[in-house]
């Protein structure tokens, strides 16, 4: 009995140091609940540069072995907080079995993280190929397109470039002006969104 009175009389005694205790690791919690994330001293959360390349080029090939995607620059910077890339000067190539090869050019560009979208500025070329495929009879050869303009957008997935800056697009038939495009290179469909003019020359079909 005498020991129980005074273990109660010692939890009675330490009540007031517990209870200020329980109150400060209270607060604590609160606070670490309202407070924002830590910031990463590794530079992460900053758009800073953590690696860099010269004069590259890299491939990417499909389950055949094949070259899908070139893509190449004088320098690239990349970026850890949002995984891209920016490039000097880059050359991008996409090829696909059966279509006409594509490629683009200018004298900077930006790669997003998930490698499948991509922004080019300055001076942006783009060349696609003949079709390698021959005409059938009747049809009209399909001989190369280049593509001019100073901002281009890029789904390397789906091969489609668009823009909403000015564009020149030059072919065998002649050469047409406009703003605003939308160019997909598998279904080798152009659609110029406004202030069209230029001229086409009929262009003889292929012999049946």
Not at 13 to 39: I, R
Not at 59 to 72: E, I
Not at 101 to 128: C, P, Q, W, Y
């Amino acid at each position: 009995m005498d020991r129980s009175r005074a273990f109660f009389d010692r939890l009675v005694a330490w009540s007031p140091v517990l209870l200020l205790g329980g109150l400060a690791a209270l607060t604590y919690w609160l606070d670490a609940q309202v407070q924002p994330a830590a910031m990463h001293r590794d530079g992460s959360s900053r758009h800073d540069p953590d690696l860099f390349l010269s004069d590259f080029k890299a491939v990417t090939f499909d389950a055949k072995g094949l070259p899908r995607q070139s893509l190449s620059a004088v320098s690239a910077e990349h970026f850890p907080d949002n995984d891209s890339a920016e490039l000097k000067d880059p050359r991008l190539s996409l090829t696909e079995p059966g279509r006409p090869t594509m490629t683009i050019s200018a004298d900077a560009g930006v790669i997003a993280g998930d490698r499948e979208h991509g922004d080019f500025k300055g001076n942006v070329l783009v060349h696609r190929d003949p079709d390698p495929a021959p005409p059938s009879p009747g049809e009209t050869p399909s001989g190369p397109v280049t593509l001019t303009t100073s901002l281009l957008h890029v789904d390397t997935k789906e091969q489609r470039v668009t823009t909403d800056q000015p564009v020149t697009i030059e072919e065998p038939r002649g050469i047409i002006r406009g703003r605003g495009l939308q160019f997909d290179n598998k279904a080798k469909r152009v659609q110029i969104q406004s202030h069209v003019s230029g001229s086409l020359a009929p262009q003889h079909p292929a012999p049946k």
